[in-house]
């Protein structure tokens, strides 16, 4: 049974979540402020966390930022607010989805069920035809193993920039446009998605090349899309 992590001061909200997320099979655990979130994510294991933005004591800003240090489950971010700067700042912070109150609880449990379908398939183990390695110079994905290393050296990625990378790095030269990038990755109809993509671009660049402003893999085709840079 897979487990996910409630966070919310608003004790009635959490306990919505906890009867729509049992009842489709999942153990919930409860947190009210986001330094009982971090505690608990140090001593359980958890398959994904959703938690709100606006908490007492550490708020679900920061706390994703600390448990982004050591630890890549999805996150799902709640807001009651729907400005688009909100949801940037939770995507920069290492979200993997953001829903804005007030929400459809089965809207929500869809996104657990997404999230954690993408993760699962991350964190797989070898596969049966054995490893597919792709290198364009010294960018290289193990995705048997799902490891990345630049010039030897492991990068640590959240499971949706894996994703995006690979799609590049396995169809290099090919500018994919932002519609198609998210339609791949989200397998959902791109709706002003602009914003979403390109936060995650950013992350992945910062992560991959050594100058991002000049990057040597990952570039952007102005009014295209982006691609993978092919090297022998």
Request: hydrophobic content about 40%; aromatic content about 6%.
């Amino acid at each position: 049974m897979e487990r996910i992590l409630v966070c919310d001061d608003d004790k009635e909200i959490v306990e919505a979540i906890d009867i729509y997320l049992e009842q489709e099979g999942f153990q919930v655990i409860k947190a009210y402020d986001g330094e009982e979130a971090v505690k608990i994510l140090k001593k359980e294991q958890v398959s994904l966390l959703i938690i709100d933005i606006m908490m007492p004591r550490l708020d679900g800003i920061r706390a994703t930022l600390k448990i982004r240090e050591e630890n890549n489950i999805p996150i799902i971010i709640l807001s009651a607010k729907s400005e688009d700067a909100d949801k940037i700042l939770g995507l920069n912070v290492g979200a993997d989805d953001y829903v804005t109150k007030p929400f459809n609880p089965l809207e929500l449990v869809a996104r657990v069920k997404s999230q954690l379908r993408r993760y699962t398939k991350l964190g797989s183990t070898l596969s049966e035809t054995g490893p597919e390695v792709y290198t364009t110079g010294g960018l290289s994905i193990n995705d048997a193993l799902k490891e990345v290393t630049v010039e030897g050296e492991p990068v640590k990625l959240t499971p949706l920039e894996y994703n995006i990378l690979l799609l590049l790095v396995k169809n290099q030269g090919r500018v994919f446009s932002i519609d198609q990038i998210y339609e791949n990755i989200w397998n959902e109809e791109a709706i002003g998605v602009d914003n979403t993509v390109a936060v995650h671009i950013r992350h992945i660049r910062e992560k991959i090349e050594i100058n991002p402003k000049e990057p040597r893999y990952l570039k952007v085709v102005w009014g295209v899309g982006y691609k993978i840079e092919k090297y022998s």
